[in-house]
């Protein structure tokens, strides 16, 4: 069997066969493809007994240089010389190990097609040199071996690339070294040894530099010496400074840095040059582990921070529905701690995933909950929202519309009613009667229209569209106005005002202040069915104006003076079916205050001789500024 497996050319062939050098070629799979008659006289393996199986030859402890030198031949650039020559041992069939020097070459088709790895060995002189620089050859790639296992179980980028300089400094007995980094059309020395401090992190032009000239050539690795004309940053920053030996380092089969290794020393040889570019190899794998482990740790990092500082409430879950996290959001709606969610289930119900769940808690906090699942774990991600707010709005739109059509019926009824009857039996009804009914039907009528100016204002109060023109005005004659207009609409109601003499004017809006006596004067009306004395006062307390509507009326439950200033409420003491109204009119007093700058308040009116208490209203409103 012949020792030349797809070798069609006979003088290609005769040259193999003839070749005084051994020739081994392997495939992509490491199996032996070429075994030349050399071969066999320097191993003692026959070409029958290895082609077509993988090579008897290369020793354990030396796999991964073996593997290191085909791996380099595969990411060099045209250019780089097709080879890679190294001083190693190899097996011989009788199981001692023999001293060669192998230059190793892709084997390629035609086409360029990939075929696999072509190496000449060469037989080494059996003399005490030899000897010394083959022991000393495998000792450094030994501890190559070492190194890049060292590097790759390290994670943290800035300690892999101190370790990559201090490897390059103990593998080529270089005198300093650094490792700088491609930033667009910069380089960055992030790494050194042997170079002042106040270097790390400098910053020097890519195109000028020995980086930049080697990338232009596409080659991997070059030697410098110091009669060429080099404006680097590191060039001039060791003392005595010969030769620069520089290796490109690759990430993702693009440039990522370069490795530089100083001589002030010792002479540079190829040995040195190899080192560099096999370590200049390994530091890009090491490099890239490092890149990514640091990507997923930012990634991890920003997606804990968007967790962390999102308003809702957000949990992960894992297959078996135990919480995993439990952000403050979660905590803040719930009242659970981290501490006591993870590793256990949900405190509320889960949805079906894709679904939305209201729920209550029991603190009385209403929840949106929706499920989502990341496909690849199969954990859950749930993520929860306090909508009380809304809920209470909710109730609040029904009971309004409730009310309100209650409120409303009631004088469209008897309005309705009575027009009907003044329809069908005008002429038998006598003139008293169609007078009395005409007079109910305008008496329900302008309560159907103080009802919906009630709803339209409460309505542009909770949307904050109350407008105010904040100006100098009489309060006095506001007060007296709006009295006047009162006392002839109850005969049972005894409307009084008293105003201090030395009133000054109010900063305000008249108009408001109009709106709001008025409706604090209908309130002491509603609330006092009985009658009695109803009295306005006005008088100056420091800055401030402060009015007062006093009635006699049935007052205001303790625990509900300042409820009675929300919307759709009423006191307990109010009862819808006897005193009507939607609960809007204390409401749009305080937004119409506030507005204009000044504060509303309800509190018990001081006892009246037949021991009735009834309601204080107090109004505060500003002093205009020119009779401060």
Known sequence: MTGVQSVHDPIARAVIECAADAIVAVDERSRVTV????????????????????????PDELMAEHNAVQERLLTRREGDGGQISIATRRFHRDGRLIDVLIDTSLLKDRDGGLLGWVGVYHP????????????????????????????????????????????LIELTGADAGGFVRIEGDRLRLVSMSGLPERMRGTTADLRSSLVGELLRSGRTVRLATGEQRLGDLIWSELEGLHTVALGLSFLQNKPYGALYALFSGRKVGHTELELLELLAGHA???????????????????????????ADGIAVLDRDGLVRQWNPAAHALTGIPPEEAVGRRLPFELPKVGEMLTLP??????????????????????????????????????????????????????????ASTLTHRWDELADADRRAAVATIADRAQSLGRLVEHLLRGARAGADELAVTIETFDLAKVLEGVVAGFRSLSDLHRVELEIADDLPPARGDALATDIVV??????????????????????????????????????????????????????????????????????????????????????????????????RMCLRLAVADDAQ
């Open 35 to 58: 075994w030349n008659p050399a071969a066999e006289r320097m191993f003692g393996w026959t070409a029958q007994e290895v082609l077509g199986r993988l090579s008897p030859i290369v």
């Open 124 to 167: 080494v002189e059996d003399d005490e040199a030899a000897q010394h620089h083959t022991a000393e050859r495998a000792r450094l790639v030994r501890r190559l071996n070492d190194i890049v296992a060292d590097l790759n179980a390290e994670l943290d980028l800035g300690t892999v690339l101190d370790r990559i300089t201090g490897a």
């Open 284 to 310: 890009g794998v090491a490099v890239g582990n490092a890149v990514a482990y640091a990507e997923v740790v930012r990634q991890r990092a920003h997606e804990r921070a968007v967790i962390d500082s999102s």
């Open 361 to 418: 808690l029991e603190s009385g906090v209403w929840l949106n909950v929706l499920a989502a699942e990341i496909e690849e774990t199969g954990e859950l991600v749930v993520d929860f929202r306090d909508v009380t707010e809304a809920k209470a709005l909710e109730e609040a739109k029904d009971l309004f519309l409730a009310t309100t059509s209650h409120e409303l019926r009631t004088p469209v009824t008897v309005v309705q009613g009575y």
């Open 518 to 615: 008025g409706q604090l004067l209908e309130n002491a009306f509603k609330y006092s069915p009985d009658g009695g004395r109803v009295l306005v006062t006005a008088h100056r307390e420091g800055g401030e104006l402060v009015v007062g509507v006093v009635d006699e009326g049935i007052g205001i439950a303790p625990g509900d003076h300042e409820r009675i200033f929300e919307r759709f409420v009423q006191g307990e003491a109010g009862d819808r079916r006897r005193f009507g109204g939607v609960g809007l009119g204390l409401y749009i007093v305080k937004r119409l205050t506030e507005a204009q700058g000044g504060q509303i308040s309800a509190h018990p009116a001081s006892p009246a001789e037949d021991g009735r208490t009834g309601t």
